[in-house]
């Protein structure tokens, strides 16, 4: 039938089919415009692409580079770091005082910019891995144009375009189906159902069908495993569902991660700190010392600097990037720099089955042959393998198991290929694709038995008999054999006779009834079971369903889709450390439950729910029963989302896990979403935070275990740095209230440029190699920490108090001992005291730092028990701050721009006692600690 195309399309606009499922082939037909033998013509097809564009879901929209660099300014701490530069760049201005006044000035905006280039610079170094993986050849669609049939680019296709099928064929498009023979899809990215489901051209659907159950469409981001088919586009790109899931996902807000809100909450404190001792010590200097108003407000600058830890932000920075770099090494891609770490207070790990915690590949786990249950060992299509007897013994087939096998691999369309890389893969049904691994494994290989028993005819299976018969010659002289494979049930009923070891025998009601318990036997334990029969005919006969009728039953095959060998045993260890994973999933209750014992993920309180159940649930029933579920099955986008919202109601920290097109609002959702990189969608890897390149789910542990170890060492350097911090606050207010009269000729301890020195330069190099440390022993057998724990707990509170006073004792009396009593012992006589204080003090603090650097590897263990030069970045990370210490004390020139004198040699007999004192006191408390946490 030839429609009047141009007139329609030109004229009027062909109509959109919103619900092509509900009407029949001939009106979707009409409705588009188009013919169904020809095709459009390429006139047509132009003016369709230009008016609804190409047949893709369009790319996430860039964040400009100066948006993103500008975000790296959006921190508490580097406000007031540029408030501090400002008012050192008006001091400068005012005092005319040559370069030496814009020092200060130039290395705080110097570490500003450093840092938002290194944050910057990372993130891009994640973009571009993103987009190595995504980069690949278009894939091509077979058109009807012009009345021929063409291979074009998936992105040019339109609606209204007829489309040849094939199995195998990917699904770039909505398609109503027109015409099929035996059509399968694979829907399990979109549905999460592991089963290929069957498709009917000539069905007309309700309206409120639900996707699962619209078996006369084929959706974009599916494929074809059996049989063929022709159809006409009924949608393309974002007007897909695949597209309409994608266009949900722009509606979701990014959610700031744990180390985010951290270090907001961190960087906010020390501001009001900051502002409020800034405040007192200015009033004091000018009301009470009679301070000039320019020396209270270079102390107050100080006193700014030594409150903001400036190597923090850079520190951090580089310290996530290195972990991005090695998750990267290690498969997995993290798009965003601050999400490196939210995996290691991961609580909740909620996955996909299908493909992530199974391998997606149907696996013959089981045959019956009427009298006993043979296992079959090896997993997926790899062809290592070997039947096992009753009595647990290698089994070779013969007899009745010889022709069940023999018959699986004949009445059977699949083929498994050997790829490049090594793995195998399967072309056609992956029912059968299993089916045809059994034989390889029972040395029945496909093509051999092709060869020997080849087939003659047929009868393709379809969904209203459930079967399928396959008609072969070369079995017994004379003889053309039919098997029949099909649902158990409908099998049975079809079979007059069954097969044992003394040949064919009568159906009786006792051996109906053992076969009937075995396949219900296998059905408990949610596996997929497939009956065997056959039947003899004459030469010369034609293929009629009559010949499925009296057959003689063989046995039956029972198979899963197994899980995959790693998840077991990375579940183990997300047990041990306190998280708990979840399976989430399009399919069966009863297939995701079994899937779910094996794994080992059910406990005695774990409970499964389903779809519907869940559709019954309020919002506060859902987050009641999510503490105990751990399965959720026959679950639709919606439902995901919701059940990763009440995970996270109840202050979990929840990750979603997952590589279809319906994980994909979960995964965006999420705390922290985790996308397959080789079998996932490009809708999944847009809307996750990292991308595994392996598909492995046990490297979800290993970037756990990252994570936990790469907030430990945050936790490490934090403590490391606010101590000092602290200790500087402490030294400088405390001192600057002394009065001139006690202590003539007194003033602040530190200047700000020895300052920032020591916050940029030599506390920033160990920092960096406490960024480094190994993970310490025990690690992934602690629990999560608690969602709402702040970076800087109370543990951590009480330890940056204790070293900040212990700092304080050593830095006040390394700078008043040479201050009232000097006599040149610590430095010449001629050099004013002041000075020469304030360098003893600068030695003494930064010594005290490196040396406590080594006491800050662990939070709990001795650092000689973790061995104290170990980490052999921190002895090359202190190396060099003492030869920089020497450096700025003792080169002359360089010592005058960071007000240091160069120090006789006797003054570092008092200098290293009293920097030894916070490395002890920090490992005597971590004693005292430990000592009372064992009782």
Request: charged share 20%; proline share 4%; with cysteine.
């Amino acid at each position: 039938m030839l429609y009047n195309i141009s007139g329609y399309f030109l004229n009027k606009g062909y109509m959109d089919m919103e619900k092509p499922f509900a009407s029949s082939t001939e009106e979707v037909i009409k409705s588009l415009a188009t013919d169904p033998e020809k095709g459009l013509t390429s006139t047509e097809a132009g003016e369709r692409l230009g008016k609804y564009g190409p047949n893709s879901l369009g790319e996430e929209k860039k964040v400009p580079l100066w948006k993103k660099l500008l975000a790296q300014f959006a921190d508490a701490m580097v406000i007031i770091l540029i408030a501090a530069a400002c008012l050192s760049a008006f001091m400068a201005i005012k005092e005319n005082n040559g370069f030496e006044g814009w020092i200060d000035v130039i290395v705080i905006l110097a570490i500003v910019i450093l840092n938002a280039i290194l944050g910057v610079y990372q993130e891009g170094k994640a973009d571009q891995a993103l987009a190595a993986l995504k980069k690949m050849s278009s894939p091509q669609t077979k058109v009807i144009r012009n009345g021929e049939l063409v291979m074009i680019d998936s992105d040019r296709i339109v609606p209204g375009d007829i489309i040849s099928i094939d199995a195998g064929d990917a699904i770039s498009a909505d398609i109503r189906i027109l015409s099929s023979s035996s059509l399968k899809a694979e829907e399990a990215s979109l549905t999460g159902e592991s089963v290929p489901v069957d498709k009917d051209a000539d069905a007309v659907l309700e309206e409120d069908c639900s996707i699962g159950d619209r078996k006369n469409m084929l959706f974009m981001g599916t494929a074809v495993t059996y049989g063929r088919a022709r159809g006409v586009v009924t949608a393309t790109g974002k007007d897909t569902e695949l597209g309409k899931i994608a266009g949900r996902l722009s509606d979701m807000d990014d959610e700031a991660t744990p180390l985010q809100k951290g270090l907001n909450s961190l960087g906010k404190v020390l501001a009001v700190v900051c502002i409020i001792v800034c405040i007192i010590v200015f009033v004091v200097d000018v009301f009470v010392q009679k301070a000039g108003v320019t020396d209270a407000l270079m102390t107050a600058v100080s006193l700014a600097v030594a409150a903001i830890p400036e190597g923090l932000a850079a520190v951090v920075t580089i310290v996530l990037s290195i972990g991005m770099t090695k998750m990267a090494q290690n498969n997995a891609i993290v798009k965003r720099l601050l999400a490196v770490e939210t995996l290691g207070c991961v609580d909740v790990i909620c996955s996909d089955k299908t493909g992530t915690l199974t391998q997606n590949q149907m696996t013959v786990k089981v045959i019956y042959d009427g009298l006993h249950v043979y296992d079959v060992e090896g997993n997926g299509y790899a062809p290592e393998g070997r039947l096992m007897g009753p009595d647990g013994k290698v089994a070779q087939p013969k007899g009745v198991t010889e022709s069940l096998i023999r018959a699986a691999v004949l009445c059977n369309d699949a083929a498994i290929v050997k790829e490049q890389d090594g793995s195998y893969s399967c072309i056609g049904d992956p029912t059968e694709g299993a089916l045809t691994t059994l034989g390889s494994k029972t040395d029945m290989h496909r093509e051999e038995m092709m060869g020997r028993y080849p087939r003659v005819m047929e009868l393709p299976f379809d969904s209203d008999r459930k079967m399928m018969t396959t008609y072969h010659t070369g079995i017994e002289d004379g003889k053309i054999i039919s098997y029949t494979k099909g649902a158990p049930d409908i099998v049975f009923s079809r079979c007059a006779y069954y097969l044992d070891q003394s040949g064919e025998q009568p159906m009786t009601p006792e051996f109906l009834d053992r076969i009937s318990k075995q396949n219900h036997d296998f059905a408990c334990q949610a596996i997929r079971v497939l009956a065997f029969g056959y039947k003899r005919h004459d030469k010369g006969i034609e293929p009629d369903f009559e010949h499925e009728k009296d057959l003689v039953f063989i046995g039956l095959v029972g198979m899963i889709d197994p899980a995959r060998e790693e998840a077991k045993a990375a579940i183990a260890v997300c047990k041990e450390a306190g998280i708990r994973t979840v399976m989430i999933t399009g399919d069966f209750k009863d297939s995701a439950v079994a899937i779910a014992n094996n794994l080992e993920m059910m406990d005695n309180n774990a409970g499964a729910l389903s779809g519907s159940e869940l559709d019954k649930m309020t919002d506060e029933d859902l987050k009641v029963a999510c503490e105990t579920t751990n399965v959720y099955a026959r679950v639709s986008p919606e439902h995901k989302v919701k059940i990763v919202t009440a995970l996270k109601a109840n202050n979990h920290i929840a990750s979603m896990t997952g590589d279809g097109v319906n994980d994909a609002p979960a995964l965006k959702a999420a705390d922290i979403g985790v996308a397959m990189g080789i079998t996932g969608t490009d809708v999944a890897k847009n809307s996750a935070d990292m991308i595994l390149m392996d598909d492995n789910f046990a490297t979800i542990v290993k970037a756990v275990e990252q994570g936990r170890v790469i907030y430990s060492n945050i936790r490490k350097f934090v403590n490391f740095l606010l101590s000092c911090n602290v200790g500087e606050i402490l030294v400088i207010f405390l001192i600057s209230l002394i009065p001139n009269t006690v202590i003539p000729g007194i003033a602040a301890p530190l200047t700000a440029i020895q300052l920032l020195w020591l916050n940029l330069v030599t506390d920033s190099f160990p920092a960096l190699a406490l960024g480094r440390e190994k993970g310490e022993p025990g690690i992934m057998k602690m629990p999560p920490r608690p969602k709402g724990e702040p970076i800087i707990n109370r543990s951590m509170l009480v330890q940056i108090f204790v070293q900040a006073f212990a700092i304080f004792g050593c830095v006040a009396a390394a700078f008043l001992i040479p201050l009232t009593r000097n006599n040149g012992f610590f430095f010449s006589s001629d050099i004013e005291a002041l000075t020469g204080a304030r360098t003893v003090a600068f030695a003494t603090l930064i010594l005290a730092e490196l040396l406590r650097a080594y006491a800050s590897r662990s939070e709990r263990m001795s650092v000689f028990k973790l061995g104290l030069f170990t980490n052999k970045l921190m002895n090359m990370a202190v190396g060099l701050s003492l030869v920089m210490l020497v450096a700025v004390i003792y080169i002359p020139g360089v010592n005058k721009i960071f007000d240091n004198v160069a120090l006789n040699p006797a003054a570092w007999l008092v200098i290293i006692p009293l920097a030894l004192i916070p490395f002890t006191v920090s490992e005597v408390f971590k004693a005292i600690k430990g000592a009372a946490t064992a009782k």
